[in-house]
């Protein structure tokens, strides 16, 4: 099952922030990447479908990039509200309560174990770990967001654990 990458970063912001380690939108970014990985090396089957980009400071989902870049390098507050989008009539669109419901309770398990195991590296060793990884350096291109790919990261993935 493929969750949209917003959901999956609503529930990391308010595991990090359960767990009062905050997470600011470049730690974000690494630990989208790196449960992609662990989804694509357990599950066989990707978290999420939007597209990883390989940035100058590493892994990024431009779409959720966007979504968080107003706090810049502060940690993300705990997500209380929605907005729920009517995409036939922008009108109708409505602030609502945030109730994490959208992913399943195993695969929190799964997200939640990714925030755990990086929860004490800072946004910086994380760009450091991801720089020295095939799938960043092999699409990393200056001034090029080149898409890091599903089977690249799977392979690389496979082949450190295996």
Request: glycine share 2%; net charge negative.
């Amino acid at each position: 099952m493929k969750y949209h990458v917003i959901d999956v970063c609503h529930h990391m912001i308010n595991y990090s922030n359960e767990k009062e380690c905050g997470v600011s939108n470049l730690k974000l970014q690494k630990l989208l990447y790196f449960t992609q990985a662990y989804f694509l090396i357990t599950k066989r089957e990707a978290c999420f479908g939007e597209r990883i980009e390989a940035w100058d400071l590493g892994p990024v989902v431009p779409v959720a990039y966007r979504e968080y870049k107003q706090f810049g390098s502060s940690s993300i507050p705990t997500i209380t509200y929605v907005i729920e989008k009517d995409t036939d009539n922008i009108w109708n669109s409505k602030i609502v309560s945030f109730h994490d419901v959208m992913i399943s309770s195993e695969d929190k398990t799964l997200i939640d174990s990714v925030v755990d195991k990086f929860s004490e590296y800072s946004a910086s060793d994380l760009v450091e770990l991801t720089h020295r990884q095939k799938p960043w350096s092999d699409a990393y291109v200056p001034y090029k967001n080149n898409e890091m790919t599903i089977k690249a990261i799977e392979e690389y993935f496979d082949a450190k654990f295996a």
